[in-house]
């Protein structure tokens, strides 16, 4: 039996807020104490340490970045499946359909990847769609550990609800022997898929511009300042006439004047 893990007082818990969000730009509310807890807990009986002051203390010292990493992804992972909010892969099949013809690549982004399934979902699009033009697919993520098992692309056959059947027939492989219960995505549509750790809050560079960004059901975790700063890191990516696609729950009013709203969650930066 485990001996009680060490409580976390106001003084300490007020420490980890301002890290994540200084770290991350998360804000962590106060309602998420527990959740803290029993992610961090772990990670206090690892090191041997009484209380998170010490932890907070071993974070801060620089001495152990991977130590912040791993404190990083484990107050960052979110929940994604394949498919989630249909309408705006409808939206995506009916533009890539528009602008089918050859040119440059047409290049799209899932800014807040997690752990591939979105990702994932849009290769299947451009896959099925995009057929005379070519096409590529970039997604990032702060967490590394989430960006292993995107690049991965194992998940478990519980997840492949959203997936239409044509595409699970064609771009998924069943796990047999100790792959079983597993669905593993093809090789040819993961190499077309490119992953890397990006951190939205801070200034962007390196990944080229794109005719489509999707950033949902991430800015939710986000105060206003943080998000005008992400988006403003993220708009000089799109390109001039390419779109921006937030979460069911999220708006850009506000908070992004170089883009005008197409239909709600759908924006457009003219051009």
């Not at 702060?142 to 478990?156: E, F, P, W």
Request: a positive charge.
């Amino acid at each position: 039996m485990h001996a009680s893990r060490p409580t976390i007082t106001d003084q300490e818990f007020a420490l980890f807020q301002r890290l994540i969000h200084r770290l991350a730009g998360i804000s962590l509310s106060d309602a998420k104490r527990v959740l803290l807890v029993g992610r961090l807990g772990r990670r206090l009986e690892h090191h041997g340490l009484l209380t998170y002051s010490e932890y907070y203390r071993l974070l801060s010292s620089g001495r152990d970045p991977d130590e912040v990493q791993k404190m990083v992804d484990l107050l960052t992972t979110n929940e994604t499946y394949f498919f989630r909010e249909p309408q705006h892969f409808d939206f995506l099949r009916d533009l890539v359909r528009q602008e089918a013809s050859a040119g440059n690549p047409f290049r799209i982004w899932s800014g807040a990847s997690s752990s591939g399934e979105e990702a994932y979902s849009m290769a299947m699009v451009l896959a099925e769609y995009c057929l005379q033009r070519p096409w590529e697919v970039f997604g990032s993520d702060i967490s590394l550990t989430v960006l292993a098992k995107a690049r991965a692309g194992v998940y478990s056959q519980e997840r492949i609800a959203g997936i239409p059947l044509a595409c699970l027939r064609k771009y998924c492989l069943r796990g047999v022997r100790g792959q079983e219960g597993k669905l593993l995505i093809d090789s040819g549509l993961r190499e077309r898929v490119r992953f890397a750790q990006v951190n939205l809050t801070q200034p962007i560079s390196g990944v080229g511009h794109f005719d489509v960004i999707f950033l949902r059901n991430v800015m939710i975790y986000f105060d206003v300042e943080t998000k005008r700063k992400v988006i403003g890191h993220m708009l000089p990516c799109l390109k001039p006439g390419g779109h921006f696609i937030v979460g069911h729950a999220e708006s850009l009013n506000g908070l992004a004047d170089g883009l005008r709203m197409v239909r709600p969650t759908i924006y457009r930066k003219p051009g």
